[in-house]
Structure formats: C-alpha cells, structure tokens
C-alpha cells in the first residue's frame, strides 16, 4: 500500500473510535439509566438486521461459530462491559483502563500470528497509555471497582476480537457489510436473553431516548462498525487498536464543549501524547532501493517468444 493510501485508511478508520468516544456522553445525557444490555442489545441487533437487509447472505461452515466469537468479542461483550464502564466510572477513567488494548493485541499478535513485537511499538504503548493518562485523570475521582474492572475485560474483549478478525480474515466471496452484520447480530442475540431474563425493559421510553439510541444505532454501529472492519482489512493489528486511543481525545473534548468541563493544560498534553503514540505505530512504506547503471537485478525475466518464432526454430 502506498504512503498516500496508507495514511488516508488510517484517517478513515479512526472515524470509528472517534464516534465511539460519543458513547460516554450519550448513554449518561439521552439513554434510560443503568441499562447496560438494553443499550447493547439495541445498538448492535437493529443494526446488523439492517446491513443483512442491504446486503443478504448467511455465515456457513466454520463461519458460523466463528461469526458467533467475534461478534460476541468485537460487538456483545465488548459493548454490555463498555456501558456498565460508562454508567459506572467517573469521566474518563474508563478510557483510562481501556488504553491497555493495544498493549494486548502486541502481545496476542504476536503468540497468534508471529508478528514481531518491535520496540517501537512498546514505545507507542507507552507513550499512548500516559497520554491517557495525562488526558483523563483526576485524583479526586471516586473509583467504582466494578466499572473499572468491566472496562478492563472489554479491553482485553476488543483486542482478542481485533486480532482474530485480523487472523482469519472474511470468507471468499463474502462482502464488508454482510460481514460487519454477522458480527453485529451475533453480538445482539448474544445479548437479547440477558436483557429480557435479567435487567428486563424499561418502563417508559422518551424521545431524549429515542434520539440517542438512533443515533447508537446509525452511527455508532452501522457506519462505525463498517469502517472500522475495513481498517481491521488493511491494517497491522498493532496500528489499528492505537487508532481506537481516539476516543477518549473525542470523550474529553465533547465534555469541555457540550458538557462545560474544564480543560487544562496537562490534559492538552495529554492529546499530543496519544496522537504521537498513534503516528508512532502506525505502518511505514517500504523504501525502494535504486539500482546503479552499473547494477543487474538478480533475476532476469525474459521476453516472450511468439509462437512463429518456435515455429521456426522448429523447421
């Protein structure tokens, strides 16, 4: 891939982290309280049904199972842990926990796949957990034990669901959307039981309600997802979850806009460290090596003979 188009799949994918960093402040301003798996179940089942409608074809074989895992890793599990993290947790501690993803798929990548752990990329972890650290900590926050250890599963959740969707790629002849709406709704039904049997549905929905889980929904699953499996495509495993570091720049910056938070100078800090961390990882172009006049290449493809001429060598 070329520098250009790597950068630019870079910028796209981190669209998704992006809209996701919404997520704390939509589910505490627009959605039924302390309803975790309702707003799981509702984000990811409408939205998978949506891409299946567009898009109509049904996991088969090994796909089935394995459509079941990475929906539950990317999409179930890692959205229920994420919403009890963001009902549970102060500010932005719970992306505070969650900056310990990418440090995980470099550790997965390489016991799963061979990658090499190379020290750039311990230094881009790192430098990317204490920019978040920089970012969102306060030390007069109380500590809910529960959020904080819900976010750090949903860490370790996305980054076995990023390795794996890496590792086994889609099935042939299989599109992105189809893909993305296994995912999604597998990750729903995984969900619905828990939501009926357990936390049970609320007893009156508003519109604030209505307007926030739409917005779940569209953007926060349909489109993000969508990109966010495009970049899985096309990235190192390593690249892509330091991409997701996105969110809570994104998370801290609404609350200083729309929440009226304050923002100071550390936490300033703290975005450039993130963003540097971020580029760090990020892959690099192979250089090209310049052949000298004097220099042959080791291997020497030949001209294509025509067919006439063996026939005339042959007479």
Known sequence: MKSGQQLLTSGVTALAPAVWGTTYMVTTEWLPPDRPMLATTVRALPAGLILLAFARA????IWLWRALVLGTLNIGAFNYLLFVAAYRLPGGIAAMIMAVQPMVVLILAALLMGDRVQPVHVLACLLGAGGVVLLVFKGNATVDYVGVVAALIAAVCMATGITLTKMWGRPDGVGLLP??????????????????????????????????????????????????????ERLPAVAVSFLALGSPIVATLLGYVVLDQTLSILQLLGIVVILAAVLLAQPRPAKRQKLSPDDTPDTAVPEPTSSSAVEGGRS
């Open 58 to 61: 049904m996991p088969k074989g």
């Open 179 to 232: 893909f993305t709406g296994w995912q999604l709704v597998a990750g729903g039904l995984v969900a619905l039981p828990f939501t009926l049997g357990i936390e049970g549905l609320p007893s009156s929905i508003n519109g604030t309600n209505v307007l926030g889980f739409s917005y779940l929904i569209i953007l926060g699953a349909v489109i993000s997802y969508v990109i966010w499996f495009r970049g899985i």
